[in-house]
């Protein structure tokens, strides 16, 4: 069954070597290594979320495991 192309794509124009270059560009751009204070303020948070569901959450499953137990 054929599948009828995407509107608005032009076969022709369309060329890789742009793509890769914009793929390029967006690995140089992350490489220069400025982080924007949204960035850092993102990975902050990531942290600590990270932090607490890796650390805390365990823990306090341990406390409402033994604080609901029949002892």
Known sequence: MATPPVSGVDPVSFSTSSGEAAFDAAVNNAQSGEMTPE?????????????????????????????????
């Open 39 to 71: 960035m850092e303020e993102m990975m902050i948070e990531g942290a600590i979320t990270i932090g607490g569901q890796m650390i805390l959450m365990p823990r306090a499953n341990d406390i409402l495991n033994e604080a609901m137990s029949d002892e």
